[in-house]
Every structure is written in C-alpha cells, then in structure tokens.
C-alpha cells in the first residue's frame, strides 16, 4: 500500500501551508485524490484562496484564520500535525527578528498546547539547517550529530522550538530542512536559484550577486514532500532528519546550469571577485534519511527544467 494511503480518512492540522512546501505538500495530495481531512491555519486564507482555489476544490480542506501564536483551536481530533509556519525570510531576519522570533517560538509552544489535545497525534516541526550556524571547512557534510552556534535569529528560534518539541508530551519527529528547488519557489525573493530563473524569463544577463563561491545544495520539492510525510507517517519518537541534496554546487556554477539548460543567449555577470576567505558552505549529510529509505528521485538539472517551464506558464510566456 503507498504509503500516502495512510492518510487517507484521517485528519491533518497545517501550518505554514500557504508558503513554499505548504502548497507542495497540497499538491500532492490533490494529485494522489487524498481524501486527508487537511485544517489549513493562515492569517489571510481569502487569498491563499483566491490564488489557489484548486487545492479547496480538490482537497477536503478547511481554512482556519488566524496568528500562529494566539489561533483559536478549531473543533475535532487530529491525527498529524505538520508545523511548517515561518519561511526563512532574509528580510524578516534583518527587519523584524523579535517578530520572526516570536512566530517562531512562541507559535511553537501555542501549537504544541494545542497538540497536548490530542495524545495518539504525531507532529512533524519542520526545522531549518540554520539551527547548525556556519558550516565548518572541516565538516563537508553537515551530520544531525553537529552541534554549531546558529549565525541569526531564524536558527536560534528554530532551534529552541526543536528543542520545545523534544522535551513536549507530544509523539514528534524534527525534519531539519536545506535548500530547494521546484514548483511554488519564489522567483523575487533572496533565493539564488529562483533569482536565476527570473533572469532568464526576463531575457536578461544571470546576475550572480557575489563571487560565486558560495556551495549549496537543492533538493526537488516533489522529493521534499515525499519525504516530509515519510517522516510523518514512519519517523521513530524524537528523531531529528536533515532534509535536502548531498550534491553540492556552487552558486556560479548553478548560474551557468541555468544558463545552458534554458539555451539563454544572455551570459552569467559575477558582481565581485573571490575575497580569497573560507567558503561559505551548506550542504547536509543526508546519509540517515538515505538508511530510513529516503532517495532523491529527481535530479537538480531536471528541477531546473521543471522550474523554468511553469515559471514561463505563470509569467504569461508559453
């Protein structure tokens, strides 16, 4: 049986549904005809609405308004918890980091009362790589077992949600989450990957905004799903995964993938030269998910793919 079929029947409380994963986790769901009863809390459901009426249409979904911090507790039993509120938003973090940090933890611990309702759920926290801070040269891969300083107020928050979590009377799995690519990705945001595809359909040069050195890795976001439910669905009590691509990349080299699989005629244009300092680096050691039986299906360069044909569909140029 997919295990997907697990969910059907059953109820499911969202948070953070109306972001990047949260509309790819619907989209999945409305393309396995779940018939998961899905509570979607959101501060402005009119307009997730709005701009997605074919989640409400397709799905057995029901909106529920209001902050993560102070939500009223809609009615029923739930069966999962996915906890998903607060993108890693780089203008929040430099703007606003008490506010990030109050959605964070405090929307944590009101969510987390909320849980206590309910003593056979099982609730996924999805966490960030940020919790481990700057990656160290000495360490390639970052492993669960690391224990970093967290560089801002994103990975402070979310490390002390974890930490709400494991120490919470709730059955809870920690999903540690890296970089993505795919379906949903914000293209005007500070994502490289989505700033390079914007590029493209805009006919200009690939603007790498540094010098290139930076690495990081992507994950599909069909993969990310898969495997957040995986988690959901399977993960032992208190166990923490990272999730995202063990194939590291550099930025510039990221840059002229898109460059070449999109047949541009405009070049990649690198903003600065190599400082000559250690390199910033962010991949995971996935090596655990790999054990528990997650694999990545979908490769970077066809995610790319992916990414610049819907994004020419929603840009009106197809």
């Known amino acids: 049986m997919n295990d997907l079929e697990c969910l059907n029947g059953k109820s499911l409380f969202l948070t953070g549904g109306t972001g990047f994963i949260g509309k790819n986790l619907l989209q999945l769901l409305e393309q396995e005809h779940s018939t998961v009863k899905i509570t979607l809390l959101s501060r402005d459901p009119e307009r997730f609405d709005c701009a997605c009426p074919h989640f409400r249409n397709n ?72 919790v481990y801070g700057p990656q160290p040269e000495t360490i390639p891969f970052l492993p669960e077992t690391y224990r970093g300083i967290p560089g801002n ?66 994950l599909d976001s069909r993969d990310l799903v898969r495997w957040l439910l995986a988690l959901l669905l399977n993960a032992p009590d208190r166990e923490i995964f990272n999730v995202g691509s063990d194939r590291p990349v550099t930025i510039r080299e990221l840059a002229e993938m898109i460059r070449r699989i999109s047949g541009t005629v405009h070049p990649v244009l690198v903003q600065k030269e190599w400082n000559g300092l ?39 140029k197809l």
Do not use: W
């Open 59 to 130: 799905l057995h979904l029901t909106f529920l308004k209001g902050d993560i911090r102070d939500f009223p507790y809609p009615p029923g039993r739930f069966d999962f918890i996915i906890h998903g509120a607060t993108d890693a938003d780089a203008v929040m973090i430099r703007e606003q980091p008490e506010e990030m940090y109050s959605v964070i933890v405090d929307g944590t611990r009101r969510l987390l009362d909320f849980a206590s309702r309910f003593p056979t759920a099982r609730l996924l926290f999805l966490s960030s790589g940020a």
């Open 153 to 218: 107020v994103y990975g402070k928050g979310k490390l002390i949600a974890e930490n709400d979590c494991l120490n919470s009377d709730t059955t809870c799995c920690i999903a540690r989450c890296f970089a993505f690519s795919g379906t949903y990705l914000p293209l005007n945001r500070h994502y490289a990957i989505g700033n390079f595809v914007a590029d493209v359909l805009a006919k200009r040069p690939i603007l790498v905004k540094g010098d290139g050195t930076t690495i990081r890795s992507y």
């Open 278 to 316: 250690a390199l910033d680096r962010y991949v995971p050691d996935v090596s655990k998910a790999k054990s528990f039986g997650l694999k990545q299906f979908i490769s970077l360069e066809h995610s790319i793919r992916d990414m610049l044909f819907s994004g020419a569909e929603r840009c009106g």
